[in-house]
C-alpha cells in the first residue's frame, strides 16, 4: 500500500509562492497517476491538480490554472505543486493522492491513497 507524505506547506503572503512536495513509499510513484486536492474549513474537499503517470498530461482547477504547476521525478519518487501568485482564498489543507487506474481521473472518489495533509495559509 502506498503511503503518502506532503512536505512544503506554510504561512504566506498573498502574491507569493510555495512549493509542495509529495514522497511516496512502500510502492513505486511511476505506477500511479498523482493528484493534488484541497480542503478548506466548512468546504467540501476539491480538486487541484493531476498528473499522468509519465507526466505528460496535466489538468488543473480553473481556479489555480496558469497560478498552480504539477510535476512530478519518478526517480525520486516525488510529486510537486508549485504554487505562484497565492490568493487569500488558496487557504486551505492541501491532499496528496494516489490512483491506480492508468487514466487520468479528476474526482476525488477516484483516487487510492491520500496523504495526512499539509497546511497552507495565505494572509491578505
Known amino acids: 500500500q502506498a503511503q503518502l507524505v506532503e512536505s512544503g506547506g506554510g504561512l504566506v503572503q498573498a502574491g507569493g509562492s510555495l512549493r509542495l512536495s509529495c514522497t511516496t513509499s512502500?510502492?513505486?510513484?511511476?505506477?500511479?497517476?498523482m493528484g493534488w486536492f484541497r480542503q478548506a474549513p466548512g468546504k467540501e474537499r476539491e480538486f487541484v491538480a493531476v498528473?499522468?503517470?509519465?507526466?505528460?498530461?496535466?489538468y488543473y482547477a480553473d481556479s489555480v490554472k496558469d497560478r498552480f504547476t504539477i510535476s512530478r521525478d519518478n526517480a525520486k519518487n516525488t510529486v510537486y505543486l508549485q504554487m505562484n501568485s497565492l490568493k487569500p482564498e488558496d487557504t486551505a489543507v492541501y491532499y496528496c493522492?494516489?490512483?491506480?487506474?492508468?487514466?487520468?481521473?479528476?474526482?476525488?472518489?477516484?483516487?487510492?491513497?491520500w496523504g495526512q495533509g499539509t497546511q497552507v495559509t495565505v494572509s491578505s
Open positions: 493522492s494516489a490512483d491506480r487506474f492508468p487514466r487520468v481521473r479528476t474526482a476525488a472518489s477516484a483516487f487510492d491513497y
Open positions: 512502500g510502492r513505486t510513484v511511476s505506477n500511479y497517476v
Open positions: 498528473i499522468s503517470r509519465t507526466g505528460d498530461t496535466m
